[in-house]
């Protein structure tokens, strides 16, 4: 993909959302909105090769699809629905229409929804990505997937959940929700970055964190989200998992790692620390190696520490006994592991993937070996299994 | 938009307490009729008699079927409700928030399925 189609996705992208939760937010009934704007696309992919792109084609579709929302609740007879369509203006672009994206991403992550599938919800809502898309990214059925995101759209028609932003007090919780959803497509993209969704999810973090410029762990997640896209093309070579502290540091991307730190800066200065900004800062100090050709295992190590008083999960207990062997030697890192291991058992990959190149760093080769056969067991990626694999050959060739 | 709060109990909490303490329960559900009534979003409450007495009915599957009991298999018990009239879900689970129900059990809340005004 070229910059310029980048550029054209994105800008239909932010169409397609701000249409949307312009048409849902007044009508109250999103699936009556998604109907009536794919209409709208449609009429427009018909007529318009024929008469020309009109010069305001988001006025052209909110026009049509306003239209096609009124017809059809005539058709709605037989059902009683509070929903309306009042008149709206013509507006000049969608740009000058009340922005209603973020109360449409607080509906999609609504304490009333089902937590998995507020994801789903925010790709197929503010992006237009289709169901079984979405579902074949999360491996679910994409028949199970649709029928569900119909019936929690019918649940936020019908119970009326509002499309206004919450309470002062609700505000912070409902961000989070939000966060957490969007902090799951980046998982997703983070295990298959070939086909994953690491756009959307970047541009839903950057859209969360212009919506919500004084929220710090949305500024926080928008670095956090940049920092680990501007490695996609550095994390996996001919197919292998490439650590991040090995990592050919030209493929990175530079506007975006920029992008990151910008982000990070305006987090810190407003002064409200959180788990999102803490892992950023981990990801910004991996990546000064650009500059400094070194990576500061100190700084890591006082970050991880930092981060377990906040967000405490067994990935970052494991990362953390990594960098301790870093700063004091593989025995203190098999001992931070073992203690894991008491806690959180056995059955922890990326724990035995650690283990296993500490092992080896301490030349118990056979021991290694072994570990590394359990990660390799444990591991469900292509990438890092072969990773895994190659250092374990490596392993015995020198055995 | 109208709500109905159904009041999930168990049963075994309600015979374990003590005569003070279900002058305590019943204060405090005093205290929340009040509130709701000051809000003016208050519609209608009931309390019921035990699940013993209940009687689930329905027409699915063309028949009337009727069955002794409650509908659902669970450790909480039908014990009462509200009908609350208020915006939108977020108002409604704030109130549903404040039932004392929701201390002791779960709070059920269905939007109404009646045509308004």
């Given at each position: 993909?070229?910059?310029?189609?980048?550029?054209?996705?994105?800008?239909?992208?932010?169409?397609?959302?701000?249409?949307?939760?312009?048409?849902?937010?007044?009508?109250?009934?999103?699936?009556?909105?998604?109907?009536?704007?794919?209409?709208?696309?449609?009429?427009?992919?018909?007529?318009?090769?024929?008469?020309?792109?009109?010069?305001?084609?988001?006025?052209?579709?909110?026009?049509?699809?306003?239209?096609?929302?009124?017809?059809?609740?005539?058709?709605?007879?037989?059902?009683?629905?509070?929903?309306?369509?009042?008149?709206?203006?013509?507006?000049?672009?969608?740009?000058?229409?009340?922005?209603?994206?973020?109360?449409l991403l607080?509906?999609c992550a609504?304490?009333?929804?089902?937590?998995?599938?507020h994801t789903p919800l925010m790709l197929q809502t503010v992006l237009?990505?289709?169901?079984?898309?979405?579902?074949?990214?999360?491996?679910?059925?994409?028949?199970?997937?649709?029928?569900?995101?119909?019936?929690?759209?019918?649940?936020?028609?019908?119970?009326?959940?509002?499309?206004?932003?919450?309470?002062?007090?609700?505000?912070?919780?409902?961000?989070?929700?939000i966060?957490?959803a969007i902090?799951?497509v980046?998982?997703?993209?983070?295990?298959?970055?070939?086909?994953?969704?690491?756009?959307?999810?970047?541009?839903l973090?950057?859209?969360?964190?212009?919506?919500?410029?004084?929220?710090?762990?949305?500024?926080?997640?928008?670095?956090?989200?940049?920092?680990?896209?501007?490695?996609?093309?550095?994390?996996?070579?001919?197919?292998?998992?490439?650590?991040?502290?090995?990592?050919?540091?030209?493929?990175?991307?530079?506007?975006?790692?920029?992008?990151?730190?910008?982000?990070?800066?305006?987090?810190?200065?407003?002064?409200?620390?959180?788990?999102?900004?803490?892992?950023?800062?981990?990801?910004?100090?991996?990546?000064?190696?650009?500059?400094?050709?070194?990576?500061?295992?100190?700084?890591?190590?006082?970050?991880?520490?930092?981060?377990?008083?906040?967000?405490?999960?067994?990935?970052?207990?494991?990362?953390?006994?990594?960098?301790?062997?870093?700063?004091?030697?593989?025995?203190?890192?098999?001992?931070?592991?073992?203690?894991?291991?008491?806690?959180?058992?056995?059955?922890?990959?990326?724990?035995?993937?650690?283990?296993?190149?500490?092992?080896?760093?301490?030349?118990?080769?056979?021991?290694?070996?072994?570990?590394?056969?359990?990660?390799?067991?444990?591991?469900?990626?292509?990438?890092?299994?072969?990773?895994?694999?190659?250092?374990?050959?490596?392993?015995?060739?020198?055995? | 938009?109208?709500?109905?709060?159904?009041?999930?109990?168990?049963?075994?909490?309600?015979?374990?307490?003590?005569?003070?303490?279900?002058?305590?329960?019943?204060?405090?559900?005093?205290?929340?009729?009040?509130?709701?009534?000051?809000?003016?979003?208050?519609?209608?409450?009931?309390?019921?008699?035990?699940?013993?007495?209940?009687?689930?009915?329905?027409?699915?599957?063309?028949?009337?079927?009727?069955?002794?009991?409650?509908?659902?298999?669970?450790?909480?018990?039908?014990?009462?409700?509200?009908?609350?009239?208020?915006?939108?879900?977020?108002?409604?689970?704030?109130?549903?928030?404040?039932?004392?129900?929701?201390?002791?059990?779960?709070?059920?809340?269905?939007?109404?399925?009646?045509?308004?005004?």
């Open positions: 993909m070229t910059d310029a189609d980048r550029a054209a996705e994105r800008v239909a992208r932010d169409s397609y959302g701000r249409l949307l939760a312009y048409l849902s937010a007044r009508s109250r009934d999103i699936s009556l909105a998604e109907e009536a704007l794919a209409e709208a696309f449609a009429r427009a992919l018909s007529t318009w090769p024929d008469v020309g792109v009109p010069d305001n084609p988001d006025a052209w579709l909110l026009a049509v699809a306003r239209n096609a929302m009124t017809d059809r609740q005539r058709h709605l007879t037989r059902f009683h629905t509070d929903a309306e369509v009042p008149d709206m203006p013509a507006p000049e672009a969608a740009q000058d229409l009340p922005d209603e994206r973020l109360t607080m509906v609504h304490p009333a929804i089902a937590r998995d599938l237009g990505i289709e169901a079984r898309v979405i579902a074949r990214l999360f491996m679910v059925s994409p028949t199970a997937l649709t029928k569900r995101l119909v019936r929690a759209k019918a649940k936020i028609r019908a119970a009326r959940i509002p499309f206004s932003l919450p309470a002062h007090e609700d505000l912070p919780n409902r961000a989070a929700a966060m957490e902090y799951a980046h998982g997703v993209d983070w295990v298959s970055p070939g086909d994953g969704l690491g756009d959307e999810a970047l541009y973090a950057d859209l969360l964190a212009r919506l919500l410029p004084q929220d710090a762990e949305a500024a926080g997640l928008a670095a956090l989200i940049a920092f680990g896209h501007a490695r996609a093309q550095a994390r996996v070579r001919d197919g292998i998992l490439v650590p991040t502290d090995t990592q050919d540091t030209a493929l990175w991307d530079a506007t975006l790692q920029a992008y990151a730190d910008r982000q990070l800066t305006r987090a810190f200065a407003l002064g409200a620390p959180g788990r999102f900004q803490i892992e950023a800062a981990i990801q910004q100090v991996h990546m000064r190696r650009k500059g400094t050709g070194v990576t500061d295992w100190e700084a890591l190590n006082r970050l991880y520490h930092a981060l377990l008083q906040i967000a405490p999960s067994t990935g970052a207990r494991v990362a953390q006994a990594a960098v301790t062997a870093r700063v004091h030697g593989p025995a203190a890192g098999l001992e931070a592991l073992a203690q894991i291991e008491v806690e959180a058992g056995t059955d922890v990959q990326p724990l035995w993937a650690a283990r296993a190149d500490l092992l080896a760093q301490l030349g118990e080769g056979a021991q290694a070996e072994v570990a590394y056969d359990k990660a390799i067991a444990l591991a469900t990626d292509m990438p890092v299994i072969r990773f895994l694999r190659g250092r374990r050959d490596a392993l015995i060739d020198r055995i | 938009m109208r709500y109905t709060f159904l009041l999930y109990t168990d049963p075994a909490d309600l015979a374990n307490m003590t005569e003070a303490e279900g002058m305590a329960q019943r204060q405090a559900y005093q205290s929340y009729i009040e509130a709701l009534n000051a809000a003016g979003v208050f519609v209608d409450t009931d309390w019921l008699q035990p699940v013993t007495t209940a009687t689930t009915l329905t027409l699915k599957g063309g028949t009337r079927q009727v069955q002794d009991g409650p509908f659902a298999d669970t450790k909480e018990r039908l014990g009462g409700y509200f009908v609350i009239e208020v915006p939108d879900l977020d108002v409604a689970m704030s109130w549903a928030e404040k039932c004392p129900a929701a201390q002791t059990g779960k709070v059920e809340i269905r939007p109404s399925a009646m045509p308004t005004g």
